[in-house]
């Protein structure tokens, strides 16, 4: 019988050990959103953000977005919205843009949290805003 009880006692004890669940897992983060440039750098330099420069956005739903975009930075600021497609991959992002001009770019998602978001374009067509090649990391607080 002491058998029988020290036995009970020892599945019990596994069961409720091994049947909870881990309550602390954290929900991956999303890019849907609407995000508000915070820092920029090209080719590994940080570039000094201006006021108007500090005012442009990117919002992202499930599978377009839109940028709203310095324009011209002597003020008033005026800005340029565009819209653009995206696909998800990992970590890889790439951007379809169309407005002003169009230009598609490929990057990579460094940071993703509820709150930051940073990545870093690696290549774009030769229409895009910058040279092919150039390295461009933005980085975005949620709004």
């Known amino acids: 019988m002491k058998k029988f ?11 409720f050990t091994t049947s909870c669940s881990d309550d602390d897992e954290v929900a991956p983060a999303s ?43 002597t003020p008033p600021c005026t800005y340029e919205p565009l819209a653009f497609t995206y696909t998800l ?4 992002i790439e951007f379809n843009v169309t407005g002003i001009f169009s230009f598609t770019a490929q990057g990579v998602i460094e940071e993703l949290t509820a709150t930051s978001l940073r990545f870093r374009i690696i290549s774009d067509s030769t229409d895009g805003p910058s040279e092919p090649g150039d390295i461009i990391v933005q980085t975005y607080v949620r709004q």
């Open 5 to 15: 009880i020290i036995l009970f006692l020892a599945i019990t004890a596994t069961v």
């Open 31 to 73: 890019i849907q959103g609407n995000w508000k440039l915070t820092a920029e750098s090209e080719g590994g330099v940080a570039l000094s953000l201006d006021d108007c420069e500090l005012e442009q956005t990117v919002s992202f739903a499930a599978a377009t977005g839109s940028l709203v975009i310095l324009d011209d930075d």
């Open 89 to 92: 991959s990992g970590t890889n």
